[in-house]
């Protein structure tokens, strides 16, 4: 064997690379393997400056940035992108890179490993768009059972993909790199209330259906409190024109995607953090979203909807308590019963030291490593 050869790994994923931490984890972890890594997505016109990573970026820019005219122009420039290259896997990242990788890695005859990061074709975002769901699933179900790997998020969607296509998912959760902060910013520093409770919503997709609007009508029902909402989604300008005209908008601060430390530097002063998805859809009921590990890695007790995933993890800890439905006047009442016993909030965040030593990425990686391993 030349050992000047190094294997190399050619990674995609849709979005603009910034924020995704899941995917930079899968990066790492190739790299450990060793294999050489190029990961691949999308510029966009408003996308922030992409940070120096110890693996090749590259970021393409396309015509059109949503509908099915930037799919299919994605698509096809990552079908091309991936035919020009050498590689010896591909890491196809959700559902809307996998055609292309498939069809390279068999014309190519390397590995394909797909990482389907929730269960895509039951987004609420495709629930009144048959067609394009038809198009979606077709693609999932012709090759979905030709895969020699695959991983997921959790167990149920796991548990999905098994029973619809029998194929064994390999479970690697959004556990984020264990976080350490040499000392805390003071809440001053970073333009934030000192002695006001704060929650914090945060996340890359704050989009319908996961109970934003009901979070900020619920902040007029509790004076005193602040809200901070970090990161992007569909509903972010409906939600601040909400805020609005609630009168309210001095209480609910919007924050933008930022880099991870950044974030986390805001998300460690708060309160309480907050995920309300609605159990509308199959992939939200499932879903296990990557800030209900940020808030645990923060030390900050957790209020969220009662979803399976999410439950078992705040009720196996005990770091939270739950809505008991979507309307504001409820929520407003979660948040206030959250802070309303001082022993036991203390004791949540007790909790959450000890969850975020054993929820660690370095148990995760493990299977991962297993994974790549294999293949080089």
């Given at each position: 064997m030349n050992h000047l050869y190094l294997k190399k790994a050619i990674v995609s994923v849709i979005n603009d690379l910034v924020t995704d931490q899941r995917v930079h984890k899968s990066c790492l972890a190739l790299k450990k393997s060793g294999f050489e890594?190029?990961?691949?997505?999308?510029?966009?016109?408003?996308?922030?400056?992409?940070?120096?990573?110890?693996?090749?970026?590259?970021?393409?820019?396309?015509?059109?940035?949503?509908?099915?005219?930037?799919?299919?122009?994605?698509n096809l420039r990552l079908f091309f992108f991936l035919l020009l290259k050498r590689a010896?896997?591909?890491?196809?990242?959700?559902?809307?890179?996998l055609l292309p990788n498939f069809l390279i890695s068999r014309l190519k005859r390397k590995t394909l490993?797909?990482?389907?990061?929730?269960?895509?074709?039951?987004?609420?975002?495709?629930?009144d768009r048959a067609f394009v769901r038809k198009t979606w699933k077709a693609i999932e179900a012709f090759i979905v059972p030709r895969l020699a790997e695959m991983i997921t998020v959790n167990d149920s969607i796991a548990g999905l993909f098994y029973d619809e296509y029998g194929i064994k998912a390999k479970v690697i959760r959004n556990i984020p790199q264990g976080f350490q902060t040499i000392e805390k910013p003071d809440r001053s520093e970073l333009g934030m209330p000192e002695n006001n409770k704060i929650l914090v919503l945060q996340g890359s997709g704050i989009n319908i259906q996961r109970g934003a609007e009901e979070l900020v009508q619920a902040?007029?029902?509790?004076?005193?409190?602040?809200?901070?909402?970090?990161?992007?989604?569909?509903?972010?300008?409906?939600?601040?024109?909400?805020?609005?005209?609630?009168?309210?908008?001095?209480?609910?601060r919007f924050l933008p995607r930022m880099q991870y430390a950044e974030m986390m530097a805001y998300t460690i002063n708060a309160d309480?953090?907050?995920?309300?998805?609605?159990?509308?859809?199959?992939?939200?009921?499932?879903?296990?979203p990557n800030k209900l590990f940020d808030y645990i890695q923060a030390g900050i007790p957790v209020l969220a909807s009662p979803l399976p995933e999410i439950k078992k993890i705040i009720e196996a800890y005990d770091i939270g308590s739950f809505i008991v439905n979507?309307?504001?006047?409820?929520?407003a009442n979660a948040i206030k019963d959250a802070f309303s016993n001082v022993e036991r909030f203390e004791k949540w965040k007790i909790n959450t030291k000890k969850a975020a030593q054993e929820l660690s990425w370095e148990k995760e990686e493990k299977i991962l490593l297993n994974i790549y391993g294999q293949y080089n």
């Open positions: 890594v190029l990961l691949v997505g999308r510029q966009m016109r408003k996308s922030p400056d992409l940070p120096a990573r110890p693996y090749s970026c590259r970021r393409m820019k396309l015509i059109f940035e949503k509908g099915p005219l930037f799919y299919a122009e994605f010896d896997l591909f890491l196809s990242n959700d559902l809307d890179t490993v797909f990482d389907s990061h929730e269960y895509f074709t039951g987004t609420p975002e495709l629930a902040m007029a029902l509790l004076p005193g409190f602040h809200l901070m909402i970090i990161g992007g989604g569909d509903v972010i300008d409906q939600l601040h024109k909400l805020a609005e005209s609630l009168g309210i908008i001095e209480r609910v309480l953090g907050i995920t309300l998805d609605k159990d509308t859809n199959i992939n939200y009921r499932f879903s296990l979507h309307k504001p006047e409820n929520i």
